[in-house]
């Protein structure tokens, strides 16, 4: 049975904390009153103090400690912490640095490839484009050129130019999504109406057909339509599913980093790191989610946030120190922004509304800066 824990108060006023799971904030307390002092025989007698007793001690306000002891201006205090650092919290923190590096270094390989699929798709949607612009030209072509055929031959190469461009531009992702869609979601994606539209024009079936009708298998007004619609359409549903991907592997990530630098090391005073109403929302979804029979879970707290609750976390206190060794703080606030920005989009997504085509790319600009912020 797991214990719990209890605060109690000695007959002298003591706080005396009965669970050492989180660690002896007794002694954390009296090590911190001892060095506020300011005497150096003081401050030198809580190093020592905190040497010896460090594994008992609770992680988070044990790491705060040693951390602003090596900042001392006293240098000979300031050596002794550097000392003491070596021989206690040293070793925790390098297995912790090492974790966060494999994690980013996994996390920007992800980025990297899921915006280049961004970037295919986004120029999918342009290449969509520009051949319901130049199939336009073809009726006006037949009814006022002279010599039409061979004009007519050329912009017909054009449209085999650019179904080759499209091909190559659409993700294998968005290709599976065309094979099992059903006829509603294409209504509202142009990049898809425009491969089925124009996936007859060939160089076989120029060789053998002049009119736009007959290589595109497609009577005139049908074809009138759907280029129409393409020329129109600023939004794209396929956007949605590159967007999403991209936008989930970031919160992974920056749950791991919350959970690694932020909860794990300060269980026993996460209410100075996390808004304490934060933590109780996510443990009522957590506690709704395992009454229901038919979910599985075991999670932890933080997998029940949301994005914009990982973005509060982050920019709240001194939150950004604590990731100090892998992103400076003026990286810290440029990710910070960019998550603002992201935090609206990321709900349109979420309520399955499509993008536009300028709210996917402004996706795949913060995509490239956050993936070189973090590589960097």
Do not use: C
């Not at 912490?81 to 206690?88: G, K, L, P």
């Not at 910070?336 to 992201?342: A, P, R, Y």
Request: proline share 4%; glycine share 2%.
């Amino acid at each position: 049975m797991n214990q719990v824990l209890e605060e109690k108060k000695t007959a002298e006023g003591v706080k005396v904390n009965s669970n050492p799971r989180y660690g002896d904030e007794r002694l954390m307390d009296e090590i911190e009153e001892k060095a506020k002092t300011g005497k150096k025989e003081d401050v030198i007698e809580s190093l020592n103090l905190f040497e010896k007793k460090w594994k008992i001690l609770p992680v988070g306000p044990a790491r705060d400690f040693i951390y602003s002891m090596r900042e001392y201006e006293d240098n000979e205090i300031k050596e002794k912490a550097e000392e003491v650092y070596s021989n206690s919290l040293k070793e925790r923190d390098e297995k912790v640095r090492k974790s966060l590096e494999n994690m980013t270094k996994s996390f920007s390989a992800s980025f990297l490839l899921i915006q280049s699929k961004m970037k295919d798709l986004s120029r999918a949607f342009d290449i969509s484009k520009q051949m319901a612009d130049n199939a336009k030209d073809i009726p006006r072509i037949l009814s006022v050129a002279f010599e039409p055929i061979p004009r007519l031959q050329s912009k017909l190469k054009d449209l085999v130019e650019f179904q080759s461009a499209l091909n190559e531009a659409i993700t294998k992702h968005a290709t599976a999504m065309q094979r099992i869609t059903t006829p509603l979601p294409m209504l509202s994606s142009p990049i898809l109406r425009a491969e089925s539209l124009f996936s007859n024009v060939t160089d076989r079936e120029l060789e053998s057909k002049k009119s736009l009708s007959e290589v595109l298998e497609k009577d005139e007004e049908e074809i009138e339509h759907e280029i129409q619609f393409i020329s129109e359409q600023n939004e794209d549903f396929l956007f949605n599913f590159e967007a999403y991907e991209h936008l989930y592997d970031l919160e992974r990530y920056l749950r791991g980093l919350i959970q690694v630098r932020i909860i794990g090391p300060n269980k026993s005073n996460l209410e100075n790191k996390i808004p304490p109403e934060m933590i109780e929302e996510w443990k009522s979804r957590k506690e709704e989610e395992e009454k229901n029979p038919l979910i599985d879970g075991n999670y932890e707290l933080i997998d029940y946030s949301d994005f914009t609750d990982l973005k509060h976390i982050f920019e709240k206190g001194r939150n950004y120190k604590l990731f100090e060794d892998i992103i400076n703080q003026e990286h810290f606030k440029a990710v910070i922004s960019k998550l603002h920005e992201m935090d609206p989009i990321r709900k349109k997504i979420a309520h399955s509304r499509p993008l536009s085509k300028k709210e996917f790319d402004r996706l795949i600009l913060y995509t490239e800066d956050i993936s070189k912020i973090f590589k960097d």
